[in-house]
């Protein structure tokens, strides 16, 4: 009877019931503990230092741990550390207390050695976070569980950079010669990849890359115990297929749900959604400091006129974009800031309503015939990106602005923005340290050596980059907090960035189980209930 | 025929090398495969760093040279999306897609043969209309749209069948996994084989159907009739057996489609096979798993082409005489 409890509330028990060849597809898969996870895409790879990248994080948060971890509220919690601080002698040390009684799944025991590798691990040159950890210079054990990370400088805000950083078992990796990431030039697989060996809740009974990814209730485990003892994961990459899947009672929870179906899907029997902002931040921003456009018709670059940066954010009815492209599934705001970020306040959020006849006067005021560019957009990577754009094409056509639309996809729509060679582009911008810090140094400073990765306004503002560059090193953290305040008012003013929304997530899960939006999208098994 | 086989293979191989060509100069429009590798955190300097290691800042006839040098020795490279050895990860899911497209391509076969005899028979009944009306549906639609509504009228509404994966599946010796002998991986294979082969069944239907009328209405049918052979050996005995040649053709061609563009149904029933691998690695600009798909598929081309003609050979004694005659 544990199979048909869940499935009486969903209104489907009738349907089924009456059909025993559909339960033939739940035998054996289906009980009050199994949860069967839907996502767009699988986890690429199980080597915990390897891919920065969504829903690999996701899965390995089930069974590798990280020192500290994002709640779902934002907060920063407790997990294989149990206290962090700066050393009270030496500013440019962080002292992490490591928990105690911490087993991994072949049983050896969590120590600071442990952690010192995984320091020396994820800094490797193959691995995929190694930018997160330019600031350590090493890290050292004092005790059983006393670890010193030794920074360039003082870095009073290095511990936000933990909550991907996960801890590995030194012996393992030796023992299986994975002491570093996989190397793509030495042209072979590393046993990391298809094999785990963490602390986590969970352990991996199996996984069919692509196809299904079995985890297991660590009865070892330091925590609570979870109500979901087995997780089954399945990627399932087309959008009408997974709402599919859900509606059919072949899985229990659906991440990446497109926003047409989430009425819909409200609406259904049997089935809820749980939306929640993320942290991601959707905007636009254009090239301000070149002589010339690339794609425009007019000899100098209209970007570069405050007056125009200024028409471009009158013409963005944001409120339209948000109910006719997002049917609701988005929070409008004026700064490229998601709300739970140290340096959002009301005011940078506040946004003006549209103002098509000054926006137009403006434009006519230095280009009586108007002007053209091109508009590069990518098609596949944020919540209806294309259409986005599509809507401010129009809106700009009203204040005579022609934008020509160039969608495409991510791989060719992001080296763009890298190079230098769009005009004008459409970028969403997660901040995972949740410190606007983040945002400063890859959006804002001008780019040189380790900054500016991402600024494709060609922003460059001396007094900026000098007060972005002080964050890094400020331990007063109120002082610290003036200055994030500080630039924020010269970034607004100087528009480098026009911002539209901050996306919102949806999981939707059959009735009975209750999950939580996490902010960085990866919801965490541990903390789903069923209803009884 | 010794002859004939050895010049088709050399040819086969010159085929290939171009498909892997033209492939390599159509990669650099595909996009950049390593903003997709890196975390945004990654500096302009490592990021340009592993170009330089990955080679792809090479220009590309050196690249190619790469590839083919290495492809050779039957190294394929590492996944760059998946981490693992492209032969590996083609082989692993190689079996699912072949599953799938014989099921497929067997029963657009049988049904497609079937349903065309008949309604070249009888060409007015009540049921060749309806069969005819239905093919058109199969002509029409497109696979993605017939995929979506089998998956809402069986899985979802009846819950009769799965809508997607490909159920359990039961490891054999060298390396092949099956779902032919799991109910789970029966019933998961019958919507993506409807799907896949409705539009190989209607056209082989209709073929047959057009090619049996028109043997239909020859001398020798006619002959054989006023000899007083049965309507059976008449229709089964000299007039199908003359419609085939087209129609094996055909089929074998199809075949090969079926294989290279079971992508469409792959993805929408997240059939984990090289289909749903090769898409997936497009977005991802995985030039190495591309590449290697692209060659194996003219591979599997090139081998049902190979089959096809020597089964001419077999169905056709006409063939066999005239080779023997150019020879003297």
Known sequence: MTLLAPLKKSGMATKLATSALALAIFAGSASAETIRWARVADALTLDPHSQNEGPTLAVLHHMYESLVRRGTDGSLEPRLATEWNIHPDDPTIWVIKLREGVTFHDGSALTAEDVVFSFDRVRHESSGFRALHTAVTGATAVDDYTVHVQMEGPSPLYVQNLTNFFIMDSGWAEANDVVAPQNFAAGEENHAVRNANGTGPYTLVSRDPEVRTVMAYNENHWAEAPQVTEIIYTPIAEAATRVAALLSGEVDVVQDVPVQDIQRLEQTDGVHVVTGPENRNIFFAYDVSSEKLASSNVDDNPFAHADIREALALALDRDAIQQVVMRGQSQPSAAPLPPFVNGWTEELNAYSKPDYVRAAELVKAIYPEGFSFDMHCPNDRYLNDEAICQAYVGMLGRIGIEANLVSQTRSLHFPLIEKWETDFYLLGWGVPTFDSAYVFNFLLHSREEGFGSYNGSRYANDEVDAKIESLATMTDLDARNAVIAEIWEQVMEDRPILNIHNQLLAYAMRDGINLAVHPENQPQMTTLTFDN | ?328
């Open chain 2, 1 to 328: 025929m010794l002859a004939f086989i050895i010049r088709r293979i050399v040819q086969s191989a010159l085929v290939m090398l171009v498909v892997a060509l033209v492939a390599f100069a159509l990669f650099r429009y595909v996009g950049d495969p390593i903003s997709s590798m890196v975390g945004q955190e990654t500096s302009l300097a490592d990021r340009e760093a592993l170009r330089t290691t990955l080679g792809l800042n090479d220009p590309f006839i050196v690249q190619f040279g790469r590839f083919i040098g290495n492809a050779i020795q039957g190294d394929f490279g590492i996944s760059y999306r998946l981490q693992q050895p492209v032969m590996e990860l083609i082989l692993q899911r190689l079996p699912a897609t072949l599953e799938l497209a014989l099921v497929s391509g067997l029963a657009a076969f049988i049904f497609g043969v079937s349903a065309g005899v008949y309604t070249a028979l009888n060409r007015r009944g009540f049921l060749s209309t309806g069969i005819m009306a239905v093919s058109l549906i199969g002509v029409s639609l497109p696979t993605f749209l017939i995929g979506i509504l089998l998956i809402w009228l069986f899985a979802v509404e009846l819950q009769w069948l799965p809508s997607f994966g490909r159920g359990d599946t039961v490891a054999l010796p060298g390396g092949w996994t099956t779902g032919f002998l799991t109910s789970s991986g029966r019933q998961s294979l019958i919507l993506p084989a409807i799907t896949l082969g409705l539009f190989q069944m209607t056209l082989i239907m209709r073929l047959v159907r057009a090619e049996m009328l028109e043997v239909l209405r020859t001398d020798y049918i006619k002959f054989a009739r006023a000899r007083g052979l049965s309507n059976r050996t008449v229709h089964f005995g000299h007039a199908l057996k003359n419609t085939l040649v087209p129609v094996i053709t055909i089929t074998g061609l199809q075949l090969g489609a079926i294989i290279a563009f079971a992508i469409i149904t792959e993805t929408v029933f997240q059939w984990p096979g090289v289909g749903a691998l090769f898409i997936n690695s497009v977005r991802a600009v995985d030039v190495p798993v591309m590449a290697a798909y692209l060659v194996l598929i003219a591979l599997i081309f090139v081998i049902i082409n190979l089959i096809v003609d020597l089964l001419y050979y077999v169905v056709d004694p006409r063939l066999r005489v005239e080779r023997g005659a150019a020879r003297h």
